[in-house]
Nanobody
Framework: QVQLVESGGGLVQAGGSLRLSCAAS????????MGWFRQAPGKEREFVTY????????YYADSVKGRFTISRDNAKNTVYLQMNSLKPEDTAVYYC???????????????WGQGTQVTVSS
């Protein structure tokens, strides 16, 4: 069992930066691939990025490539999402997720956090 808690969301102006954190409970955090997804009002949850259990492999949605960076610290049971050059269209609730396989699909992930709101004003 893994419990995930996101933090770091907030209100930021376009062009600004935020860093999201996702703290995980459980001693098996290092065994899980971690993903970030987001959901805007009235839209489906969409993939943002993932990182493999080792941290060696990462993958990004085209919409965030070059602006967002995912990283993890297995010693701290935490995964991060550094978001730079934020745009109003990045406004959404951001969720972290844990699964045994890194994937861009929601169905692959077994555990989800409660989400943190990111709002980017123009």
């Amino acid at each position: 069992q893994v419990q995930l808690v996101e933090s770091g969301g907030g209100l930021v102006q376009a062009g600004g930066s935020l860093r999201l954190s996702c703290a995980a409970s459980g001693r098996t955090f290092g065994s899980y691939a971690m993903g970030w997804f987001r959901q805007a009002p009235g839209k489906e949850r969409e993939f943002v990025t993932y990182i493999s259990w080792s941290g060696i492999s990462t993958y990004y949605a085209d919409s965030v490539k070059g602006r967002f960076t995912i990283s993890r610290d297995n010693a701290k049971n935490t995964v991060y999402l550094q978001m730079n050059s934020l745009k109003p269209e990045d406004t959404a609730v951001y969720y972290c997720a844990a699964g045994l396989q890194a994937s861009a699909t929601t169905q692959t992930y077994d555990y989800w956090g409660q989400g943190t709101q990111v709002t980017v004003s123009s």
